[in-house]
Antibody, heavy 120, light 106 residues
């Protein structure tokens, strides 16, 4: 079954850290670029980070650059997002998403999302 | 920063054609992709590279892109098409989403 399953969300205090994981199955994970996208309650999606199929390029949205780090472990078919210095406006559902290509095109598979709440 | 603008809402009667626009500076020079999101669900890609349908997406859903606007068209709209639709494009190294259009099938 082709799917992405995120985990690692939860409640964290401002300034804290979390690491999200995304387990991929049903497709050749190492062939595709991957992304993290978040969606705040009642808002549209916001792209956060990209990693090329071979990990050679990583790009970030301005809102998270320097605080979040995307990585992948192809041996485990798993994508990660390390989130540091979390703020209240980071509260959202976080999705991992598979690209249709090895670089940057469209997000053709999404996980179910994991909720991150940043609150004192 | 680059912006994509969508109307907040579009209404259509069952069986009629719905058109949702997405506007951006010289958007026609970029690929536009469209996503459908129903309440409580993750987004689903319905159109990529302006006018291509992923497998499993019905032929009544189509797209076009020219000039400063892309359009998602749903012909013979059905109740199952009621959802929020988001356009998306890449501006250099950043993916940008439109604000979303809620399609209501009256």
């Amino acid at each position: 079954q082709v799917q992405l399953v995120e985990s690692g969300g939860g409640v964290v205090r401002p300034g804290g850290s979390l690491r999200l994981s995304c387990a991929a199955s049903g497709f050749t994970f190492g062939y595709y670029a991957m992304h993290w996208v978040r969606q705040a309650p009642g808002k549209g999606p916001e792209w956060l980070a990209f990693i090329r199929y071979d990990g050679s390029d990583k790009y970030y949205a301005a809102s998270v650059k320097g605080r979040f780090t995307i990585s992948r472990d192809d041996s485990k078919n798993t994508l990660y997002l390390q989130m540091n210095s979390l703020r209240s406006d980071d509260t959202a559902v976080y999705f991992c998403s598979k690209d249709r290509s090895r670089n940057r095109l469209a997000f053709d598979l999404w996980g179910q999302g994991t909720m991150v709440a940043v609150s004192a | 920063s680059y912006e994509l603008t969508q109307p907040p809402s579009v209404s259509v009667s069952p069986g009629q054609t719905a058109s949702i626009t997405c506007s951006g500076n010289n958007l026609g020079d970029k690929y536009t992709h469209w996503y459908q999101q129903k309440p409580g669900q993750s987004p689903v890609l319905v159109i990529y590279q302006d006018n291509r349908r992923p497998s499993g997406i019905p032929e009544r859903i189509s797209g076009s892109n020219s000039g400063n606007a892309a359009t998602l068209t749903i012909s013979g709209t059905q109740a199952v098409d009621e959802a929020v639709y988001y356009c998306q494009a890449w501006d250099s190294l950043t993916a940008v989403f439109g604000g979303g259009t809620k399609l209501t099938v009256l």
